[in-house]
């Protein structure tokens, strides 16, 4: 492994850890309806925008961890060809990955944190659908 690529391996993983130390990664709060009606459909751009784009750039442009928008390269459709992979993906964290998407020797990729604690199922799920559609999917 090069030096370069070490460095940035390390860096990432350094930041991550920082993040999460720091409280970077904080629960979000849904909103939610006072009467006994459906609870109001999840912002996924607006959770993106607190929770990922630390990491993923503004708009999914690319940072430490990989970009998303479609003009930036992305190759988010083509790893997770299905959205249900990239929901495990994103609840699990790169540790559930080891030998595939997400190992830390392959570029633009660094520690992903399991975001089963920080954010709801429906949070991840609306995250996922803004990711996608950054894409171009």
């Known amino acids: 492994m090069s030096v370069k690529r070490l ?3 390390v860096l990432g993983i350094v930041a991550v850890l920082a993040m999460a130390g720091c409280g970077g990664f904080k629960p979000t709060a849904t909103a939610q309806s006072s ?3 459906p609870a109001a459909p999840v912002d996924g751009k607006a959770v993106f925008e607190k929770q990922c784009s630390v990491c993923h750039g503004a708009g999914g442009t690319g940072g430490i961890g990989p970009a998303f928008a479609k003009e930036s390269g992305s190759q988010l459709l083509t790893v997770f060809p299905d959205a249900s992979q990239q929901v495990d993906f994103v609840t699990k964290g790169s540790a559930a990955f080891p030998g595939g998407y997400g190992a830390t020797n392959k570029k633009g990729t660094g520690a992903m944190p399991a ?3 920080i954010l709801k199922p429906d949070e991840i799920e609306a ?5 996608r559609s950054l894409a171009g999917g």
């Not at 995250?127 to 990711?131: A, F, H, I, N």
Request: aromatic share 14%; proline share 0%; net charge neutral.
């Open 7 to 9: 460095s940035v391996a």
């Open 35 to 37: 009467s006994s009606g």
């Open 115 to 117: 975001f089963s604690n």
């Open 127 to 131: 995250v996922v659908k803004y990711e």
